[in-house]
């Protein structure tokens, strides 16, 4: 089931939209069928099931674990930094300012430069993490006091509803803003990654500019408790 609902996904995305595999609350047995059937990135959302899926494949699976992509998704608090970031490949979840500078620091201290994706606020939700555009545009016209950051785009989540129209202007208000930051900074010619759509409106996404999508019960089914 795993490999046809990938196969399915693989004929409807373009070839340059990547396709993160959301594995959170999935077991590595449901992970190495997506693997088979041609599935390299993967995005988890909670520190300690990040770190434990990556030590698992590299301790298990080494034939595997250096072929895949590691993205993390999900809210990062700072005392959890040890968990994700000697591991991921990209963080797509920099919802605070208090984080990036944490995350910068940690980067210093490793010697390592950490890519990350800026998350936006759009959605109609009170709960939702991350940054209105004037604390982006903040950040990103400071780039250059965060040197153990690699800003490499946006990512945002749409309104949790079923009205089209509401997905279709938060997936348009982001889209905008994206364009506007790569015109503005274009010293950053790392920022090219606009993260949107999930596994109920990727299609949508893709009609504004989404370069990589996240989808986990669209692959996978329903979540494991």
């Known amino acids: 089931m795993i490999r046809e609902n990938l196969q399915n996904i693989y004929k409807e995305l373009p070839p340059d939209v990547k396709l993160v595999a959301v594995s959170k609350f999935h077991p590595v047995e449901a ?4 693997v088979d059937a041609g ?10 099931e990040f770190q434990k899926k990556v030590l698992s494949f590299r301790e298990q699976h080494p034939e595997v674990a250096g072929r895949l992509e590691w993205h993390f998704i999900g809210h990062l608090q700072t005392n959890k930094l040890k968990m994700v970031l000697p591991y991921a490949d990209l963080v797509q979840s920099i919802d605070s300012l208090h984080l990036l500078q944490a995350v910068d620091a940690w980067g210093k201290t490793a ?13 109609a939700e009170q709960t939702k993490q991350g940054f209105v555009e004037e604390e982006a545009l903040e950040i990103l016209f400071n780039a250059s006091k965060y040197r153990n950051i690699r800003f490499r785009g946006l990512m945002g989540m749409a309104s949790h509803t079923d009205n089209e129209d509401d997905i279709r202007a938060d ?14 900074f ?12 999930m596994s109920d409106d990727w299609r949508l996404a893709l009609d504004y500019g989404a370069t990589m999508v996240r989808i986990g019960t669209a692959i996978f089914g329903p979540r494991e408790y």
Do not use: W
């Open 31 to 34: 992970m190495l069928e997506a």
């Open 39 to 48: 599935q390299l990135r993967f995005g988890e959302n909670r520190p300690q």
């Open 111 to 123: 010697q390592k430069t950490v890519n990350v994706l800026l998350e936006l606020h759009i959605g």
């Open 171 to 184: 997936f348009a208000r982001i889209s905008a803003f994206f364009g506007y930051c790569r015109d503005l």
């Open 186 to 197: 274009p010293e950053l010619d790392s920022f090219s990654e606009l993260s949107i759509g």
